[in-house]
C-alpha cells in the first residue's frame, strides 16, 4: 500500500477497495499499469471528505470503484450502514470523479433484480430488488446516473477466486466434509 504523500502526482488508475475479493484480482492483474493502490487511511469510503481531497490530488484517469458493503444477510439488520457505503459514498466518488474528469467504473450486482424470471438478465430489465443489499447497489447506480461523471457500471454475479469466500471455495471444503452436496440448480443470472 501506498502512503498518500509519496504518490505520483498523475496517476492512471485509482483502485478503491483493493483488499476484497475483486480487487485483489484486479490489483493483482492491474499491477504493472500505474494502479494507485491507497490504504483504508487514503480510501475510507465513510470518510468521503479526506477520500474526496486524496483524489483531487492524485488526479487519476480513472477510479475503479471495487469497494462496497456486500454482507446480504448483514445488510437486513444494518441498513444504514449498506446505505452510507453503498449509495451516499458513491454518491461522493462520483461527484470528484466529475470534478477530476475521472471515468468512474463502478461495480454493481445482479441483486438489483427480484431473482425471478426464466432467463438471463439484460441491461434493459427493469431492476426490483427484493433486500436492502440490492435496493442500496441500485440507488448507488442511480447516483452516479445522474451525476454527470462519465461512467461505466458492471453487474457482477458469483464472483469467485483464490481470495476470501466464495462459493467455487466453499463447494470445494464440503466436497472434502460431505459425500453428499445439495446446492440450488435453478438459479438464472
Not at 433484480?113 to 434493459?124: I, K, T, Y
Not at 435496493?135 to 458492471?154: A, F, T
Amino acid at each position: 500500500m501506498s502512503d498518500a504523500g509519496s504518490l505520483p502526482s498523475v496517476s492512471p488508475i485509482l483502485l478503491l477497495g483493493g483488499a476484497g475479493q475483486l480487487g485483489l484480482t484486479l490489483s493483482q492483474s492491474l499491477s504493472k499499469g500505474g494502479v494507485s493502490l491507497p490504504g483504508r487511511v487514503e480510501a475510507d469510503l465513510l470518510h468521503l471528505r479526506q477520500l474526496s481531497d486524496w483524489v483531487v490530488r492524485l488526479q487519476p484517469r480513472v477510479i475503479i470503484n471495487a469497494a462496497a458493503y456486500t454482507s446480504v444477510d448483514l445488510a437486513e439488520g444494518e441498513p444504514e450502514l449498506a446505505y452510507r457505503v453503498n449509495v451516499q459514498a458513491v454518491a461522493g466518488l462520483a461527484e470528484v470523479a466529475r470534478r477530476v474528469g475521472a471515468l468512474l467504473v463502478h461495480f454493481s450486482t445482479d441483486y438489483v433484480f427480484h431473482g425471478l424470471g426464466d432467463r438471463p438478465w439484460r441491461e434493459e430489465d427493469n431492476p426490483s430488488p427484493l433486500n436492502v443489499y440490492g435496493l442500496s447497489k441500485l440507488q448507488g447506480e442511480q447516483v452516479i446516473q445522474v451525476s454527470g461523471c462519465r461512467y461505466l457500471i458492471l453487474r457482477t454475479s458469483w464472483l469467485h477466486s483464490p481470495y476470501r469466500h466464495n462459493f467455487v471455495k466453499t463447494m470445494l471444503r464440503l466436497g472434502l466434509k460431505q459425500e453428499l452436496l445439495s446446492v440450488v440448480c435453478d438459479q438464472i443470472d
